[in-house]
């Protein structure tokens, strides 16, 4: 492929929140809209959503995978939508190469959940975009995942678009219903985390669990909070850390989204 002919992808980590975005129109999905307009088409995507934790690494390599909709108590209207992107078998054993010697299992039973396909159909919506998902080996520590990210990077030059979709606070057992302020805790941690990104800190995002008890209620299981060390080991030099929307819902969800890159391939497009 002439790399040359492709300005360098971004990578972009979407606090994905509740699946109720799929059917709203808010500040967190007109910038998730943003990022797909601004944004020249990617040849593919590669995504790390928090809802496909394993024992061990597996990539998608299916043709056509499918739509998953791994939640429940929610309307049919999301029972009922399908994001028929098509797969990309090239891409998952370019990934598989890329990630050796980690065993990643090539893998056709998965698809797309909710992870990936809640952000994806407001930032593409036609479907047209073939997407690969890689899977977050939960038995790893949080290093190796910044690691992987890093043996990742390369994608971008070839036109692909690396996403990650978690929340960088996820506390379900505390999370308020309606309108409720952030917990003390839930804001420190999600402006720590954001100060990092923003400086290049991201060995410091690595280290998270030493924070305290602000990520040990903020974080309290690991798979929302890794698709952003992947994210944030993509980046490469000085490349510039932008966040497209912030804020935090039912007191303990952080719907932080950040971009690494995201001005340089605006300004290219």
Do not use: C
């Amino acid at each position: 492929m002439n790399q040359t002919s492709r300005p360098r992808m971004p990578a972009v980590f979407f606090g994905h929140g509740s699946p109720m975005n799929v059917l709203e129109d808010n500040r967190y999905t007109r910038a998730w809209q943003q990022v797909g307009t601004s944004l020249p088409k990617p040849k593919a995507i590669l995504a790390i959503s928090a809802h496909w934790y394993t024992r061990g690494t597996g990539i998608t390599a299916m043709a056509a995978p499918q739509t998953i909709h791994d939640f429940g108590g929610f309307p049919q209207a999301l029972f009922d939508m399908r994001y028929p992107a098509p797969g990309d078998p090239a891409l998952a054993a370019r990934v598989r190469e890329l990630l050796m010697p980690v065993d990643v299992q090539l893998d056709h039973s998965w698809g797309l959940d909710h992870g990936t396909w809640s952000v994806l159909v407001k930032a593409f919506p036609d479907a047209d975009v073939p997407v690969v998902q890689l899977s977050i080996d939960g038995t790893q520590p949080a290093a190796w995942h910044l690691a992987l990210g890093r043996r990742l990077a390369p994608l971008r030059d070839e036109g692909v678009l690396i996403i990650g979709s978690g929340d960088v606070v996820h506390n379900l057992r505390l999370m308020m219903r309606g309108n409720h302020p952030a917990y003390d805790w839930a804001q420190r941690f999600n402006e720590r985390v954001r100060e990092h990104l923003q400086k290049g800190e991201m060995e410091v995002l690595a280290e998270y669990e030493q924070w305290g008890n602000d990520a040990t209620l903020s974080v309290p299981t690991a798979e929302h909070f890794l698709p952003l060390l992947y994210v944030a080991g993509t980046r490469q030099g000085n490349e510039t850390v932008s966040i497209l929307v912030d804020g935090i819902e039912a007191g303990s969800i952080s719907m932080l989204t950040a971009a690494i890159g995201m001005e340089a391939v605006t300004q290219a497009a």
